[in-house]
Nanobody
Framework: QVQLVESGGGLVQAGGSLRLSCAAS????????MGWFRQAPGKEREFVAA????????TYADSVKGRFTISRDNAKTTVYLQMNSLKPEDTAVYLC?????????????????WGQGTQVTVSS
Protein backbone atom coordinates (compact mmCIF):
# COMPACT_ATOMS: atom_id res chain seq x y z
CA GLN A 1 0.00 0.00 0.00
CA VAL A 2 1.10 3.55 -0.78
CA GLN A 3 -0.46 6.61 0.81
CA LEU A 4 -0.20 9.99 -0.90
CA VAL A 5 -1.06 13.41 0.53
CA GLU A 6 -0.83 16.59 -1.57
CA SER A 7 -0.45 20.12 -0.24
CA GLY A 8 0.56 23.57 -1.38
CA GLY A 9 -2.35 24.59 -3.55
CA GLY A 10 -4.01 27.98 -3.36
CA LEU A 11 -5.03 31.14 -5.16
CA VAL A 12 -2.39 33.01 -7.15
CA GLN A 13 -2.39 35.74 -9.77
CA ALA A 14 -1.37 35.02 -13.34
CA GLY A 15 2.41 35.06 -13.64
CA GLY A 16 2.87 33.90 -10.06
CA SER A 17 4.32 30.71 -8.63
CA LEU A 18 3.30 27.85 -6.38
CA ARG A 19 5.08 24.74 -5.15
CA LEU A 20 3.01 21.62 -4.62
CA SER A 21 4.15 18.76 -2.39
CA CYS A 22 3.14 15.11 -2.39
CA ALA A 23 4.11 13.22 0.76
CA ALA A 24 4.33 9.50 0.13
CA SER A 25 4.48 6.62 2.57
CA UNK A 26 4.37 2.88 2.26
CA UNK A 27 6.57 -0.14 2.62
CA UNK A 28 7.07 -0.63 -1.14
CA UNK A 29 7.63 3.00 -2.05
CA UNK A 30 10.86 2.25 -3.91
CA UNK A 31 8.88 0.29 -6.51
CA UNK A 32 7.00 3.34 -7.75
CA UNK A 33 7.44 6.21 -10.12
CA MET A 34 5.49 9.37 -9.33
CA GLY A 35 3.36 11.60 -11.48
CA TRP A 36 1.34 14.80 -11.24
CA PHE A 37 -1.97 15.16 -13.04
CA ARG A 38 -4.62 17.85 -13.01
CA GLN A 39 -8.35 17.90 -13.52
CA ALA A 40 -10.50 20.94 -14.22
CA PRO A 41 -14.29 20.88 -13.82
CA GLY A 42 -15.94 19.05 -16.69
CA LYS A 43 -12.62 17.93 -18.16
CA GLU A 44 -10.69 14.68 -18.16
CA ARG A 45 -7.69 14.12 -15.94
CA GLU A 46 -4.62 15.53 -17.70
CA PHE A 47 -1.00 14.48 -17.36
CA VAL A 48 1.36 17.19 -16.10
CA ALA A 49 4.72 15.62 -15.18
CA ALA A 50 6.37 12.44 -13.92
CA UNK A 51 9.64 11.45 -12.28
CA UNK A 52 11.47 8.16 -11.94
CA UNK A 53 12.29 6.60 -8.58
CA UNK A 54 15.85 7.89 -8.55
CA UNK A 55 14.89 11.24 -10.02
CA UNK A 56 17.14 10.78 -13.03
CA UNK A 57 14.30 10.76 -15.53
CA UNK A 58 11.52 13.29 -15.88
CA THR A 59 8.88 14.01 -18.48
CA TYR A 60 6.41 16.87 -18.93
CA ALA A 61 3.28 17.72 -20.84
CA ASP A 62 3.97 20.21 -23.63
CA SER A 63 1.62 22.72 -21.99
CA VAL A 64 3.86 23.05 -18.92
CA LYS A 65 7.36 22.54 -20.32
CA GLY A 66 9.68 25.34 -19.32
CA ARG A 67 7.29 26.53 -16.58
CA PHE A 68 6.89 23.53 -14.23
CA THR A 69 9.60 21.41 -12.61
CA ILE A 70 9.09 18.05 -10.91
CA SER A 71 11.58 16.83 -8.31
CA ARG A 72 11.83 14.51 -5.31
CA ASP A 73 13.76 14.77 -2.07
CA ASN A 74 16.79 12.66 -1.18
CA ALA A 75 14.75 10.41 1.09
CA LYS A 76 12.45 9.75 -1.87
CA THR A 77 9.40 10.35 0.30
CA THR A 78 8.23 13.68 -1.09
CA VAL A 79 7.66 14.76 -4.67
CA TYR A 80 7.42 18.43 -5.58
CA LEU A 81 5.93 20.35 -8.47
CA GLN A 82 7.34 23.85 -8.81
CA MET A 83 4.97 25.88 -10.95
CA ASN A 84 6.14 29.20 -12.37
CA SER A 85 4.57 31.67 -14.80
CA LEU A 86 1.14 30.37 -13.94
CA LYS A 87 -1.74 30.99 -16.31
CA PRO A 88 -5.51 30.97 -15.72
CA GLU A 89 -5.71 27.78 -17.79
CA ASP A 90 -3.56 26.04 -15.17
CA THR A 91 -6.52 26.24 -12.76
CA ALA A 92 -7.45 22.71 -11.67
CA VAL A 93 -7.28 20.16 -8.89
CA TYR A 94 -3.75 18.77 -8.93
CA LEU A 95 -3.28 15.13 -7.95
CA CYS A 96 -0.20 13.02 -7.48
CA UNK A 97 -0.12 9.36 -8.32
CA UNK A 98 2.16 6.36 -7.97
CA UNK A 99 2.80 3.92 -10.81
CA UNK A 100 5.00 0.84 -11.02
CA UNK A 101 6.36 1.28 -14.53
CA UNK A 102 7.67 4.12 -16.68
CA UNK A 103 5.84 2.72 -19.71
CA UNK A 104 2.93 5.05 -20.59
CA UNK A 105 3.60 7.06 -17.45
CA UNK A 106 1.42 9.81 -18.93
CA UNK A 107 -1.69 7.58 -18.87
CA UNK A 108 -3.72 8.00 -15.68
CA UNK A 109 -5.36 4.56 -15.91
CA UNK A 110 -1.97 2.94 -15.33
CA UNK A 111 -1.56 4.49 -11.88
CA UNK A 112 -2.07 2.35 -8.80
CA UNK A 113 -2.49 4.98 -6.10
CA TRP A 114 -3.75 8.57 -5.93
CA GLY A 115 -3.83 11.34 -3.39
CA GLN A 116 -6.92 13.42 -2.65
CA GLY A 117 -5.76 16.42 -4.68
CA THR A 118 -5.06 20.07 -3.97
CA GLN A 119 -6.84 23.01 -5.64
CA VAL A 120 -4.84 25.50 -7.68
CA THR A 121 -6.65 28.63 -8.85
CA VAL A 122 -4.94 31.19 -11.08
CA SER A 123 -6.70 34.54 -11.45
CA SER A 124 -6.28 36.75 -14.49
Amino acid sequence: QVQLVESGGGLVQAGGSLRLSCAASGRTLSSYRMGWFRQAPGKEREFVAAISWGGGSTTYADSVKGRFTISRDNAKTTVYLQMNSLKPEDTAVYLCGAVRTWFQVEVSDRYDYWGQGTQVTVSS
